[in-house]
Nanobody
């Protein structure tokens, strides 16, 4: 059973960088054909894909967020990390990490989500 757990600060000031970590248990993030995503849901809105990192380490980002987003990983800790720079209040959302197997297939494992508020 794969489990994902998000961690990071719940409050970030405008213009700063949001940094969240997803710790994975029950499976290695380097397992072939597994992809590890960051997704968010702003208040009152739908889910928004931010980006993902493949088992190979390749990264893919949403075009609308690409200029501010970086996803990396620490294979020794079985973790992957989201960094979103120059945040504004519009980046306030519940942030989730999730896994899918092969593009086109649905997410099969999700973290519980973590609320991040951007405010001074």
């Amino acid at each position: 059973q794969v489990q994902l757990q998000e961690s990071g600060p719940g409050l970030v000031k405008p213009s700063q960088t949001l940094s969240l970590t997803c710790t994975v248990s029950g499976g290695s993030i380097t397992t072939a054909y597994w992809y590890w995503s960051w997704i968010r849901q702003p208040p009152g809105k739908g889910l928004e894909w931010i980006g993902h990192i493949a088992a190979s380490g390749s990264t893919y980002y949403s075009p609308s967020l690409k200029s501010r987003t970086s996803i990396s990983r620490d294979t020794s800790k079985n973790q992957f990390t989201l960094q979103l720079s120059s945040v504004t209040p519009e980046d306030t959302a519940v942030y989730y990490c999730a896994r899918f197997i092969l593009p086109g297939l649905p997410y099969d494992y999700w973290g519980q989500g973590t609320q991040v508020t951007v405010s001074s």
